[in-house]
């Protein structure tokens, strides 16, 4: 059972935006590191800024790594398997995938993978 096709384009147009906003975030975050760049002769500004440059760094690894996830949901959107859950192949619901519309899981496999998760702690 697939999804209407309107709703496909209502989260076609959601994910497409999302991946905008997330690209601008980088470029200006991007943007803003190379600005950084300027030597700073005061020790304590220095470490202030490598400091900064880390969240930076880290916030831009999330970022791509959010970008890719959109990519892939917009893949899956143009495949028409958008909605199915990727380990049953059963459909996840509309709530959920309102929610997470990035999620390839449906809710009860994904409460399975979390306890086994649990059971096997450290293991990903
Ligand atoms: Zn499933």
Redesign the pocket.
């Known amino acids: 059972m697939g999804l209407r096709k309107e709703k496909i384009e209502t989260y076609r147009k959601t994910l497409h935006l999302r991946r905008e906003v997330l690209a601008a975030d980088l470029r200006q975050a991007t943007a803003q590191m190379i600005n950084d760049e300027s030597s700073y002769t005061d020790a304590v500004d220095q470490a202030a800024a490598d400091t900064d440059r880390n969240f930076i760094l880290q916030m831009k690894n999330r970022d791509r790594d959010v970008l890719w996830q959109i990519d892939e949901a917009i893949k899956r959107l143009n495949e028409g398997s958008f909605g199915e ?1 990727e ?4 459909s996840i619901s509309e709530g959920r995938l309102e929610a997470f519309p990035l999620t390839t ?2 809710i ?2 994904k409460a399975e993978l979390e306890s086994e998760e649990h059971r096997f702690p450290g293991r990903n």
């Open positions: 859950c380990r049953c192949g059963e899981l449906c009860d496999c």
